[in-house]
């Protein structure tokens, strides 16, 4: 915990995925390491694909490839990212 010094300046988009809490995942074990949630492990869900997994694999991962290793979902670049955001924030239709 707090050893986030590893991933690279430009991950602030890593900051916003969503952490859910063990139970609350679709999955029951992480598809990085393989090995069961636990209840008390930081978790983290790559958003918009929804896939889960220990929030120390997902950041190493993502510190050398930007897609889901479950669906290859390629996360959107910071730029993509606040595209994103703005349009699913504007709620109205
Ligand atoms: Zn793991
Ligand atoms: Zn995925």
Sequence with gaps: AGAFGFWPASSKAMARMHVPRVGDTR???CHVC???????????T????AHSSHQHCIF???HDQ??????GF???NEEEQYELDARTSDGSN
């Design 60 to 62: 190493s991962l993502l």
């Design 27 to 29: 999955e029951d074990h």
């Design 74 to 76: 390629k996360r959107p």
């Design 66 to 71: 930007r897609d889901c290793s479950v669906c």
């Design 46 to 49: 790559m958003m918009p694909c």
């Design 34 to 44: 393989l090995e069961d949630f636990e209840e008390g492990d930081m978790l983290r």
